[in-house]
Protein backbone atom coordinates (compact mmCIF):
# COMPACT_ATOMS: atom_id res chain seq x y z
CA UNK A 1 0.00 0.00 0.00
CA UNK A 2 1.49 3.76 -1.06
CA UNK A 3 1.69 5.32 2.43
CA UNK A 4 0.09 8.67 2.86
CA UNK A 5 -0.07 11.54 5.52
CA UNK A 6 3.06 11.01 6.37
CA UNK A 7 3.44 14.22 8.12
CA UNK A 8 0.85 13.01 10.80
CA UNK A 9 3.66 11.20 12.36
CA UNK A 10 1.83 8.23 12.30
CA UNK A 11 4.98 6.15 11.41
CA UNK A 12 6.60 7.32 14.79
CA UNK A 13 4.04 4.64 16.58
CA UNK A 14 3.70 0.91 17.58
CA UNK A 15 0.50 -0.74 17.60
CA UNK A 16 -1.30 -2.88 19.44
CA UNK A 17 -2.60 -6.44 18.52
CA UNK A 18 -5.52 -4.12 17.28
CA UNK A 19 -3.64 -1.44 15.37
CA UNK A 20 -4.36 0.95 17.71
CA UNK A 21 -1.81 3.20 18.10
CA UNK A 22 0.94 3.77 21.28
CA UNK A 23 2.84 6.53 20.99
CA UNK A 24 6.43 6.28 21.54
CA UNK A 25 8.94 9.05 22.23
CA UNK A 26 9.96 9.68 18.86
CA UNK A 27 6.51 10.74 18.51
CA UNK A 28 6.78 13.65 21.41
CA UNK A 29 10.01 14.22 19.45
CA UNK A 30 8.10 15.25 16.64
CA UNK A 31 5.77 17.33 18.78
CA UNK A 32 8.94 19.15 20.00
CA UNK A 33 9.74 19.76 16.97
CA UNK A 34 7.06 21.74 15.85
CA UNK A 35 7.72 25.49 15.45
CA UNK A 36 5.17 26.20 18.72
CA UNK A 37 7.48 24.59 20.61
CA UNK A 38 10.98 25.10 19.45
CA UNK A 39 12.53 28.11 21.61
CA UNK A 40 12.47 31.47 19.84
CA UNK A 41 15.88 33.49 19.63
CA UNK A 42 14.81 35.11 22.59
CA UNK A 43 14.07 32.58 24.92
CA UNK A 44 16.64 32.07 27.63
CA UNK A 45 19.24 29.29 28.56
CA UNK A 46 16.53 27.24 31.48
CA UNK A 47 14.01 27.04 28.16
CA UNK A 48 16.67 25.75 26.07
CA UNK A 49 17.62 23.45 28.57
CA UNK A 50 14.46 22.16 29.08
CA UNK A 51 14.01 21.55 25.50
CA UNK A 52 16.87 19.64 25.02
CA UNK A 53 16.24 17.47 28.13
CA UNK A 54 12.57 16.77 26.62
CA UNK A 55 14.17 15.78 23.38
CA UNK A 56 16.68 13.70 24.86
CA UNK A 57 13.93 11.99 26.94
CA UNK A 58 10.24 13.30 25.72
CA UNK A 59 8.61 11.88 28.88
CA UNK A 60 10.57 13.22 31.79
CA UNK A 61 8.85 14.49 34.43
CA UNK A 62 9.34 18.57 34.66
CA UNK A 63 8.48 19.93 38.18
CA UNK A 64 6.92 23.40 39.10
CA UNK A 65 10.36 24.69 40.11
CA UNK A 66 11.46 23.97 36.68
CA UNK A 67 8.93 26.11 34.44
CA UNK A 68 9.32 28.08 36.81
CA UNK A 69 12.62 29.25 36.31
CA UNK A 70 11.72 30.09 32.56
CA UNK A 71 12.23 34.01 32.52
CA UNK A 72 9.13 34.46 30.16
CA UNK A 73 6.43 32.92 32.19
CA UNK A 74 4.17 33.05 29.11
CA UNK A 75 6.60 30.30 27.81
CA UNK A 76 6.19 28.86 31.44
CA UNK A 77 2.73 28.34 30.48
CA UNK A 78 2.81 27.18 27.03
CA UNK A 79 5.11 24.39 28.36
CA UNK A 80 2.65 23.79 30.99
CA UNK A 81 -0.09 23.12 28.87
CA UNK A 82 1.97 20.65 26.32
CA UNK A 83 3.02 19.01 29.19
CA UNK A 84 -0.61 18.53 30.78
CA UNK A 85 -1.76 17.50 27.25
CA UNK A 86 1.57 14.51 27.25
CA UNK A 87 0.58 12.99 30.47
CA UNK A 88 -3.40 12.83 29.45
CA UNK A 89 -1.94 11.40 26.74
CA UNK A 90 0.24 9.03 28.27
CA UNK A 91 -2.08 8.19 30.94
CA UNK A 92 -4.72 6.61 28.56
CA UNK A 93 -3.49 2.86 27.03
CA UNK A 94 -3.54 4.16 23.43
CA UNK A 95 -4.34 7.30 21.18
CA UNK A 96 -7.48 6.48 20.15
CA UNK A 97 -8.29 6.22 23.72
CA UNK A 98 -6.47 9.87 24.41
CA UNK A 99 -8.34 10.98 22.16
CA UNK A 100 -11.76 10.09 23.52
CA UNK A 101 -11.09 10.82 26.88
CA UNK A 102 -9.94 14.37 25.92
CA UNK A 103 -13.12 14.70 24.25
CA UNK A 104 -15.22 12.97 26.93
CA UNK A 105 -13.26 15.15 29.57
CA UNK A 106 -12.36 18.83 30.11
CA UNK A 107 -10.69 20.25 26.85
CA UNK A 108 -10.23 24.01 28.32
CA UNK A 109 -6.41 24.62 28.14
CA UNK A 110 -5.91 22.13 25.26
CA UNK A 111 -4.57 23.91 22.25
CA UNK A 112 -6.61 23.25 19.16
CA UNK A 113 -3.65 22.02 17.28
CA UNK A 114 -3.05 19.56 19.27
CA UNK A 115 -6.27 18.12 19.50
CA UNK A 116 -6.41 18.11 15.27
CA UNK A 117 -2.83 16.72 15.81
CA UNK A 118 -4.21 14.20 17.24
CA UNK A 119 -7.29 13.53 15.33
CA UNK A 120 -5.53 12.95 12.38
CA UNK A 121 -3.17 10.71 13.81
CA UNK A 122 -5.93 8.19 14.81
CA UNK A 123 -8.01 9.05 11.52
CA UNK A 124 -4.64 7.56 9.50
CA UNK A 125 -4.84 4.64 12.05
CA UNK A 126 -8.38 3.76 11.12
CA UNK A 127 -7.72 4.40 7.32
CA UNK A 128 -4.84 1.79 7.59
CA UNK A 129 -5.42 -0.48 4.39
CA UNK A 130 -7.90 1.85 2.12
CA UNK A 131 -6.83 1.66 -1.33
CA UNK A 132 -9.58 3.89 -2.59
CA UNK A 133 -8.37 7.61 -2.97
CA UNK A 134 -11.61 9.26 -2.58
CA UNK A 135 -12.34 7.56 0.69
CA UNK A 136 -8.89 8.90 2.03
CA UNK A 137 -9.33 12.50 0.53
CA UNK A 138 -12.98 12.03 2.66
CA UNK A 139 -11.31 11.20 5.74
CA UNK A 140 -9.37 14.63 5.81
CA UNK A 141 -12.26 16.22 6.48
CA UNK A 142 -12.57 14.89 9.93
CA UNK A 143 -9.37 16.81 10.74
CA UNK A 144 -9.43 19.92 8.60
CA UNK A 145 -11.66 22.32 7.65
CA UNK A 146 -13.13 22.62 4.50
CA UNK A 147 -14.06 25.71 1.97
CA UNK A 148 -17.53 24.83 0.04
CA UNK A 149 -18.30 25.56 -3.60
CA UNK A 150 -21.41 25.02 -5.67
CA UNK A 151 -21.40 25.06 -9.20
CA UNK A 152 -22.47 23.68 -12.29
CA UNK A 153 -23.66 20.60 -10.01
CA UNK A 154 -20.46 20.31 -8.46
CA UNK A 155 -20.68 20.21 -4.53
CA UNK A 156 -16.51 21.14 -4.20
CA UNK A 157 -14.75 20.55 -0.45
CA UNK A 158 -11.27 22.21 -0.55
CA UNK A 159 -8.90 22.22 2.24
CA UNK A 160 -9.44 26.01 3.94
CA UNK A 161 -5.70 26.46 4.79
CA UNK A 162 -4.85 25.88 1.35
CA UNK A 163 -7.47 28.52 0.00
CA UNK A 164 -6.75 30.84 1.79
CA UNK A 165 -2.51 30.34 1.55
CA UNK A 166 -3.33 30.25 -2.59
CA UNK A 167 -5.06 33.22 -2.06
CA UNK A 168 -2.89 35.24 -0.61
CA UNK A 169 -0.22 34.65 -3.84
CA UNK A 170 -1.59 34.19 -7.27
CA UNK A 171 -4.27 32.82 -9.78
CA UNK A 172 -6.80 30.02 -9.02
CA UNK A 173 -7.66 29.08 -12.46
CA UNK A 174 -11.07 27.41 -12.73
CA UNK A 175 -11.37 25.99 -9.18
CA UNK A 176 -10.07 29.25 -7.62
CA UNK A 177 -13.04 30.94 -9.79
CA UNK A 178 -15.21 28.55 -8.14
CA UNK A 179 -14.05 29.74 -4.74
CA UNK A 180 -14.71 33.27 -5.70
CA UNK A 181 -18.39 32.29 -6.07
CA UNK A 182 -18.31 30.83 -2.88
CA UNK A 183 -16.97 34.48 -1.33
CA UNK A 184 -13.09 33.19 -1.65
CA UNK A 185 -10.23 35.85 -2.57
CA UNK A 186 -9.00 34.40 -6.05
CA UNK A 187 -5.34 34.87 -5.68
CA UNK A 188 -3.95 31.16 -5.46
CA UNK A 189 -2.68 28.20 -7.40
CA UNK A 190 -5.01 26.05 -9.02
CA UNK A 191 -6.41 23.21 -7.07
CA UNK A 192 -6.97 20.01 -8.68
CA UNK A 193 -10.54 17.81 -8.34
CA UNK A 194 -9.95 14.50 -7.25
CA UNK A 195 -11.09 12.26 -9.90
CA UNK A 196 -9.23 8.90 -9.70
CA UNK A 197 -9.45 6.48 -6.76
CA UNK A 198 -5.99 4.93 -7.39
CA UNK A 199 -4.69 5.86 -3.89
CA UNK A 200 -1.30 6.46 -5.74
CA UNK A 201 -1.56 9.90 -7.16
CA UNK A 202 -3.33 10.93 -4.01
CA UNK A 203 -0.61 9.61 -1.84
CA UNK A 204 2.26 11.55 -3.20
CA UNK A 205 0.75 14.76 -2.38
CA UNK A 206 -1.34 13.60 0.41
CA UNK A 207 0.71 16.02 3.03
CA UNK A 208 -0.08 19.20 0.92
CA UNK A 209 -4.24 18.56 1.33
CA UNK A 210 -4.41 20.23 -2.37
CA UNK A 211 -7.10 18.25 -4.03
CA UNK A 212 -10.65 19.44 -3.64
CA UNK A 213 -13.17 16.74 -3.20
CA UNK A 214 -16.74 16.65 -4.82
CA UNK A 215 -19.68 15.22 -2.82
CA UNK A 216 -22.72 16.22 -4.88
CA UNK A 217 -25.21 13.45 -5.21
CA UNK A 218 -24.02 9.82 -7.01
CA UNK A 219 -20.44 11.18 -7.11
CA UNK A 220 -17.42 9.26 -5.59
CA UNK A 221 -16.88 11.72 -3.04
CA UNK A 222 -20.50 11.26 -1.48
CA UNK A 223 -20.38 7.81 -1.00
CA UNK A 224 -16.66 8.18 0.06
CA UNK A 225 -17.22 10.50 2.92
CA UNK A 226 -20.12 7.62 4.55
CA UNK A 227 -16.77 5.06 3.85
CA UNK A 228 -14.73 7.36 5.81
CA UNK A 229 -16.59 7.78 8.97
CA UNK A 230 -17.60 3.96 9.09
CA UNK A 231 -13.84 3.29 9.29
CA UNK A 232 -13.40 5.97 11.74
CA UNK A 233 -16.31 4.67 14.17
CA UNK A 234 -15.23 1.11 13.52
CA UNK A 235 -11.55 1.61 14.91
CA UNK A 236 -11.69 4.59 17.34
CA UNK A 237 -15.33 3.54 18.84
CA UNK A 238 -15.14 -0.40 18.10
CA UNK A 239 -18.87 0.48 16.46
CA UNK A 240 -19.61 -1.78 13.52
CA UNK A 241 -22.12 0.67 11.00
CA UNK A 242 -23.26 0.94 7.83
CA UNK A 243 -23.79 4.68 6.53
CA UNK A 244 -25.55 4.76 3.09
CA UNK A 245 -25.56 8.89 2.05
CA UNK A 246 -29.03 10.02 1.34
CA UNK A 247 -30.81 13.13 -0.58
CA UNK A 248 -33.79 13.99 2.37
CA UNK A 249 -34.92 12.52 5.23
CA UNK A 250 -38.27 11.14 4.82
CA UNK A 251 -38.69 9.29 8.02
CA UNK A 252 -42.13 10.00 9.77
CA UNK A 253 -40.80 8.21 12.46
CA UNK A 254 -37.64 10.15 12.39
CA UNK A 255 -36.38 9.30 16.23
CA UNK A 256 -32.54 10.24 16.32
CA UNK A 257 -29.77 12.34 14.77
CA UNK A 258 -26.23 13.72 14.80
CA UNK A 259 -25.27 16.85 13.74
CA UNK A 260 -21.44 16.69 12.15
CA UNK A 261 -20.55 20.57 12.79
CA UNK A 262 -22.45 22.63 14.93
CA UNK A 263 -24.47 24.39 11.81
CA UNK A 264 -25.62 20.90 11.07
CA UNK A 265 -26.43 20.59 14.66
CA UNK A 266 -28.72 23.58 14.97
CA UNK A 267 -30.77 23.16 11.83
CA UNK A 268 -31.72 19.07 12.14
CA UNK A 269 -32.47 19.73 15.98
CA UNK A 270 -35.26 22.77 14.75
CA UNK A 271 -36.27 20.71 11.92
CA UNK A 272 -36.84 17.79 14.40
CA UNK A 273 -38.20 19.84 16.78
CA UNK A 274 -40.76 20.72 13.77
CA UNK A 275 -39.67 24.67 13.57
CA UNK A 276 -39.75 26.22 10.46
CA UNK A 277 -36.15 26.48 8.83
CA UNK A 278 -35.89 28.95 5.85
CA UNK A 279 -34.99 27.42 2.56
CA UNK A 280 -31.18 29.38 2.28
CA UNK A 281 -30.73 28.04 6.08
CA UNK A 282 -31.75 24.53 4.97
CA UNK A 283 -29.34 24.88 1.51
CA UNK A 284 -26.61 24.76 3.98
CA UNK A 285 -26.58 20.97 4.77
CA UNK A 286 -24.35 19.89 2.09
CA UNK A 287 -24.40 16.23 3.02
CA UNK A 288 -26.90 13.60 4.83
CA UNK A 289 -26.29 9.91 5.90
CA UNK A 290 -28.16 7.49 7.60
CA UNK A 291 -26.08 5.42 9.52
CA UNK A 292 -27.31 1.86 11.19
CA UNK A 293 -25.95 -0.50 13.69
CA UNK A 294 -24.57 -4.02 12.98
CA UNK A 295 -24.62 -4.93 16.42
CA UNK A 296 -27.72 -3.82 18.54
CA UNK A 297 -26.58 -4.77 21.95
CA UNK A 298 -25.43 -1.66 22.67
CA UNK A 299 -27.87 0.87 20.93
CA UNK A 300 -30.27 2.47 23.23
CA UNK A 301 -33.67 0.83 23.86
CA UNK A 302 -35.61 3.74 22.18
CA UNK A 303 -33.35 4.01 19.00
CA UNK A 304 -32.59 0.23 18.25
CA UNK A 305 -33.35 -1.13 15.49
CA UNK A 306 -34.10 2.44 13.71
CA UNK A 307 -31.72 4.57 11.37
CA UNK A 308 -29.85 7.44 12.67
CA UNK A 309 -29.47 10.30 10.44
CA UNK A 310 -26.05 12.15 10.22
CA UNK A 311 -25.97 15.86 8.65
CA UNK A 312 -23.36 18.04 7.74
CA UNK A 313 -23.48 21.53 6.91
CA UNK A 314 -21.61 24.53 5.65
CA UNK A 315 -21.60 27.76 7.44
CA UNK A 316 -22.93 31.02 6.28
CA UNK A 317 -18.98 32.12 4.66
CA UNK A 318 -19.38 28.50 3.38
CA UNK A 319 -17.07 26.87 5.84
CA UNK A 320 -17.59 23.44 6.38
CA UNK A 321 -15.79 22.02 10.10
CA UNK A 322 -16.79 18.60 10.63
CA UNK A 323 -16.72 17.32 14.70
CA UNK A 324 -15.97 13.99 14.66
CA UNK A 325 -16.40 14.28 18.34
CA UNK A 326 -19.96 14.47 17.78
CA UNK A 327 -20.40 10.93 17.08
CA UNK A 328 -18.88 10.49 20.72
CA UNK A 329 -21.31 12.03 22.46
CA UNK A 330 -24.13 11.77 19.31
CA UNK A 331 -24.45 8.25 18.55
CA UNK A 332 -27.11 6.32 20.84
CA UNK A 333 -25.01 4.04 22.66
CA UNK A 334 -25.32 2.88 25.95
CA UNK A 335 -22.35 3.83 28.46
CA UNK A 336 -20.20 0.74 28.75
CA UNK A 337 -21.45 -0.21 32.12
CA UNK A 338 -24.78 -0.46 31.44
CA UNK A 339 -23.84 -2.45 27.89
CA UNK A 340 -22.12 -5.39 30.07
Not at 26 to 50: I, Q, V, Y
Not at 147 to 152: F, T, V, Y
Not at 302 to 307: D, H, L, S, W
Amino acid sequence: MTDFWIASGHHLCDRDADGRLLPTPDLWRAFLARPELLPPEEACEAERALHAALLRDPLRPVGEAELAALADPDAAENWQVFLQFRDRVMAQPTLEAAWIALYRGELRGVPPLFLQMLTQLVTRAALEGVEDAYVLRAGECLFRPQRAAIHQGALLLADEEVVEAAAREGDFGTLGRLMEEAGTPTRAVELDVLADPDPAAYAARSDAHDYALDIAENRPGQHALARALEHFIRHVMGERVAIRPAAVIEDQNWSWHVGLDTEATAIANDLWHGREVAQARLARILWLGVLEFEEQSRVLPRAAGKPVYLALAMDNAQRLRLKPQNLLAGLPLLAVEEAS
